[in-house]
Every structure is written in structure tokens, then in C-alpha cells.
């Protein structure tokens, strides 16, 4: 028609029908339109009632779509204020990281500034410095001994792959099956590790890497060997050290006392640290803890893996990272202060369930963990018992358990 048109061909005027059917098909009616306008010639004119009323009701939306589009841009200034605000605060804190506490790490690291800006969680691009810092070098580990680790743990897997002769390495003693096994597990627990970052598994750009200070660690420690768990902590050294660096602090982080009795599965310390634990537990939350004991639930039902893994695996990686960040300054007693947290900010919830839900529960925490509210309720709970700090109590209990073992009768607290 459009054609005929320009042609200057003439046309037969459309009759009603057809013209009812063009309005349909190329005008298509608004829920405005609806509202406003009359209606089509070949049906009854509105009641002037109904037509006020239609008015009425248009202009009660136009008022709420304009609140709603308020409200969403007020939401929207907000968020980027907040961010603008949280960058600036970033930006600020890796100044004073860089430009005062590094440089002057042996003086300011205990002084009360930057235990304040550490507890607010050290931003990411100086995160690995501090961490290795904090965490020290008391093996004396260097990078020379790293490559020899990684050297031999890649003549050992040569070696078992080919089924050759055994290679002479500082595991002397443990079998080739013991060998295949703990080198089964490693592979299997890399592709198990961050498997939502896709940066661990098998064709991934830190899979490798991961591979090699999980082998090295064995060569190392080959009284340790590989335990389930250690392949999140090297994880998370990983995406924040250089290589050689991740495997000193790794290795030094597994070397720190609470970390090796869980690894080595030291049942007797393992027991004594889970006393501990209780008598804070029971200080801090009375209410919760009286629930777990009438349900029967040990904290090795959920403390275990919180442990093994440094949260990495329980908590969301970003949360995961600002415990790391305050272990790194408080050692083993945050990892404990954390666990207590946890119950604290859930104990509503802990207290309606029974012993399966609870286990359950802790065993997969919601991914959805609100940061600052999460650390509120860490910085709420007192690592104080009668006037004893977490390593008196610990040591009490270490003492009592000894006495125990040669028969004396338990001391009282």
C-alpha cells in the first residue's frame, strides 16, 4: 500500500473492518492506552464515571512508577557511594600498608594502628607480604630447596609411573603403595578444590602449580605426606603468593602446632583442643552449648574440617581470606575465636534444631555470609576463661592430660 502510494498508483479506501484490523496490527494498545483513551468507534463510549475513574487510577500509577524509579535510583547512588567509599578506603589502607607498617614491619606490626587496620582486613595486593610475614620462615626454607623438593617429586612420579625402581628421596622407608596412594589423593582433591573457580582442575592455569607444592610438601615432609585439606590451604597461598613463596608459608603454616597435631591426627592433642574449644564455648554461649551436650554433638563433628582447611573450604573465599588475615596476626586461637562466631551469629537458629539438622547445618554454612556482621559477632566473643587466655587454658589442659596418662588423679580449674 505504502508502494501504491508512492507510485501515485490510486487505492480503494479501507472500509471499517479493515480499518479496526490495521489499528490492531500496527497499533498495539498500551495498558495507557487502555486506561486514557475512548474506545473503538464500533463499541459504546465510556461512562463519564468510568472515564474519571480510569484517569484516577493512570495518574496513581504514574505516582508510584515515579516513586519506585526513585527509590531505585536513591538505591543505585547509594551502592556506588559505598563503593567510591570502600575503594577509597582500599586505596588508602594499601598507602599505609606500603608506605609505613612494610617497611617498618619488626616495629609496627604489634602496635595497636595496624592491629586495628589488620582486623579490618588487609586489602589483596599486599595481602600475600603480610601473610608471609606474619606467618615467618622458621624452617629456613628457600626457594633452592623448594626446586629440590619439586625436583625429586617429579622424579618419584616419573619414577611410578613407568614402574621403575624406587627413587631414593628423604621417604625412604614408606612403601610405593603408600607413595601411589597419597599421589592418588592429590590428584583427586586438586580437581576437588575451588571447583567453581575453574582455576585448579585439570587443564586450569593453577593446576599445575597446585600439583607441584602438594608433591614438593611430600618430599619435604615425608612424615606428614598428603592429608585431605591441605590442597584448599595451598589454594588460597597460591592466588596470593608467588610459588616458591606459597610453599614456605605453606609449609611453615602446616609446621605451627595446632596445625601439625590435626594433620599427624594426634588424637590426644586433637582431644585436648577440642577441651579448650568447650570451655569457651561455654563461657561465651551457656544457652547453645547446654543444647549441643543434650544432643550429643562433639565439636570434632564440625570443628575438624573448619580447621583442616583454615575455613577456606566452609567459608566464602573473600570471608575465608579476612580469617586468614586475622589467624596470620592472632595464630591458632581465631581459628577457634571464628568457630564460636559462627555459632554465635546462628545460635538462634542452632538451638531449634536437633543433632542431625545442627550437623548438617555446620557442615554446609550458607554462602550468603553478611562480612561485617560475621565479624561483629567474632569480635564479641572473649578468648578469657576465669582470667586464663587461650593458650593458659590449653596448657592446663595439656598438663592435666599428661598427669592422666601416668595416673594422677585430674587437676581442678
Same mark, same amino acid.
Given at each position: 500500500? &505504502?508502494?501504491?502510494?508512492?507510485?501515485?498508483?490510486? !487505492?480503494?479506501?479501507?472500509?471499517?473492518?479493515?480499518?479496526?484490523?490495521?489499528?490492531?496490527?500496527?497499533?498495539?494498545?498500551?495498558?495507557?492506552?487502555?486506561?486514557?483513551?475512548?474506545?473503538?468507534?464500533?463499541?459504546?463510549?465510556?461512562?463519564?464515571?468510568?472515564?474519571?475513574?480510569?484517569?484516577?487510577?493512570?495518574? &496513581?500509577?504514574?505516582?508510584?512508577?515515579?516513586?519506585?524509579?526513585?527509590?531505585?535510583?536513591?538505591?543505585?547512588?547509594?551502592?556506588?557511594?559505598?563503593?567510591?567509599?570502600?575503594?577509597?578506603?582500599?586505596?588508602?589502607?594499601?598507602?599505609?600498608?606500603?608506605?609505613?607498617?612494610?617497611?617498618?614491619?619488626?616495629?609496627?606490626?604489634?602496635?595497636?594502628?595496624?592491629?586495628?587496620?589488620?582486623?579490618?582486613?588487609?586489602?589483596?595486593?599486599?595481602?600475600?607480604?603480610?601473610?608471609?610475614?606474619?606467618?615467618?620462615?622458621?624452617?629456613?626454607? %628457600?626457594?633452592?630447596?623448594?626446586?629440590?623438593?619439586?625436583?625429586?617429586?617429579? &622424579?618419584?612420579?616419573?619414577?611410578?609411573?613407568?614402574?621403575?625402581?624406587?627413587?631414593?628421596?628423604?621417604?625412604?622407608?614408606?612403601?610405593?603403595?603408600?607413595?601411589? =596412594?597419597?599421589?592418588?589423593?592429590?590428584?583427586?582433591?586438586?580437581?576437588?578444590?575451588?571447583?567453581?573457580?575453574?582455576?585448579?582442575?585439570?587443564?586450569?592455569?593453577?593446576?599445575?602449580?597446585?600439583?607441584?607444592?602438594?608433591?614438593?610438601? %611430600?618430599?619435604?615432609?615425608?612424615?606428614?605426606?598428603?592429608?585431605?585439606?591441605?590442597?584448599?590451604?595451598?589454594?588460597?597461598?597460591?592466588?596470593?603468593?608467588?610459588?616458591?613463596?606459597?610453599?614456605?608459608?605453606?609449609?611453615?603454616?602446616?609446621?605451627?602446632?595446632?596445625?601439625?597435631?590435626?594433620?599427624?591426627?594426634? !588424637?590426644?592433642?586433637?582431644?585436648?583442643?577440642?577441651? =579448650?574449644?568447650?570451655?569457651?564455648?561455654?563461657?561465651?554461649?551457656?544457652?547453645?552449648?547446654?543444647?549441643?551436650?543434650?544432643?550429643?554433638?562433639?565439636?570434632?563433628?564440625?570443628?575438624?574440617?573448619?580447621?583442616? %582447611?583454615?575455613?577456606?573450604?566452609?567459608?566464602?573465599?573473600?570471608?575465608?581470606?579476612?580469617?586468614?588475615?586475622?589467624?596470620?596476626?592472632?595464630?591458632?586461637?581465631?581459628?577457634?575465636?571464628?568457630?564460636?562466631?559462627?555459632?554465635?551469629?546462628?545460635?538462634?537458629?542452632?538451638?531449634?534444631?536437633?543433632?542431625?539438622?545442627?550437623?548438617?547445618?555446620?557442615?554446609?554454612?550458607?554462602?550468603?555470609?553478611?562480612?561485617?556482621?560475621?565479624? %561483629?559477632?567474632?569480635?564479641?566473643?572473649?578468648?578469657?576463661?576465669?582470667?586464663?587466655?587461650? =593458650?593458659?587454658?590449653?596448657?592446663?589442659?595439656?598438663?592435666?592430660?599428661?598427669?592422666?596418662?601416668?595416673?594422677?588423679?585430674?587437676?581442678?580449674?
Amino acid at each position: 500500500m &505504502e508502494y501504491e502510494e508512492k507510485a501515485g498508483r490510486p !487505492h480503494k479506501p479501507l472500509s471499517p473492518k479493515q480499518n479496526v484490523r490495521k489499528n490492531l496490527d500496527f497499533e498495539p494498545l498500551s495498558t495507557t492506552a487502555l486506561i486514557l483513551e475512548d474506545r473503538p468507534a464500533n463499541l459504546p463510549a465510556k461512562p463519564a464515571e468510568e472515564a474519571q475513574k480510569h484517569r484516577q487510577q493512570y495518574e &496513581e500509577m504514574v505516582v508510584q512508577a515515579k516513586k519506585r524509579e526513585l527509590k531505585e535510583a536513591q538505591r543505585r547512588k547509594k551502592q556506588l557511594e559505598e563503593r567510591c567509599k570502600l575503594e577509597e578506603s582500599i586505596g588508602n589502607a594499601v598507602l599505609t600498608w606500603n608506605n609505613e607498617i612494610l617497611p617498618n614491619w619488626e616495629t609496627m606490626c604489634c602496635s595497636r594502628k595496624v592491629r586495628e587496620l589488620w582486623w579490618q582486613g588487609i586489602p589483596p595486593s599486599v595481602r600475600g607480604k603480610v601473610w608471609s610475614l606474619a606467618i615467618g620462615n622458621e624452617l629456613n626454607i %628457600t626457594h633452592e630447596l623448594y626446586d629440590i623438593c619439586l625436583a625429586r617429586a617429579k &622424579e618419584k612420579w616419573r619414577s611410578l609411573s613407568t614402574g621403575g625402581a624406587e627413587v631414593e628421596c628423604e621417604d625412604a622407608g614408606f612403601s610405593t603403595a603408600d607413595r601411589e =596412594a597419597s599421589l592418588e589423593l592429590i590428584k583427586l582433591d586438586i580437581s576437588r578444590t575451588f571447583p567453581n573457580l575453574c582455576i585448579f582442575q585439570q587443564g586450569g592455569p593453577y593446576h599445575d602449580t597446585l600439583h607441584s607444592i602438594l608433591g614438593a610438601y %611430600t618430599c619435604y615432609r615425608p612424615d606428614v605426606g598428603y592429608v585431605q585439606g591441605m590442597s584448599f590451604i595451598a589454594a588460597v597461598l597460591i592466588l596470593n603468593l608467588d610459588t616458591a613463596d606459597a610453599f614456605i608459608a605453606f609449609s611453615n603454616l602446616l609446621n605451627k602446632p595446632c596445625q601439625m597435631a590435626f594433620f599427624r591426627v594426634d !588424637h590426644g592433642l586433637m582431644l585436648t583442643y577440642f577441651a =579448650a574449644f568447650e570451655v569457651f564455648f561455654e563461657e561465651n554461649l551457656p544457652k547453645l552449648f547446654a543444647h549441643f551436650k543434650k544432643n550429643n554433638l562433639t565439636p570434632d563433628i564440625y570443628l575438624i574440617d573448619w580447621i583442616f %582447611t583454615l575455613y577456606s573450604k566452609s567459608l566464602p573465599l573473600d570471608l575465608a581470606c579476612r580469617v586468614w588475615d586475622v589467624f596470620c596476626r592472632d595464630g591458632e586461637e581465631f581459628l577457634f575465636r571464628t568457630a564460636l562466631g559462627i555459632l554465635k551469629l546462628f545460635e538462634d537458629i542452632l538451638t531449634k534444631m536437633d543433632f542431625i539438622h545442627i550437623a548438617q547445618f555446620l557442615t554446609k554454612l550458607p554462602e550468603d555470609l553478611p562480612s561485617e556482621e560475621f565479624f %561483629t559477632s567474632i569480635a564479641a566473643i572473649q578468648i578469657q576463661s576465669r582470667n586464663k587466655k587461650w =593458650a593458659q587454658v590449653l596448657t592446663a589442659l595439656q598438663k592435666d592430660s599428661r598427669e592422666m596418662e601416668k595416673g594422677s588423679p585430674s587437676l581442678k580449674h
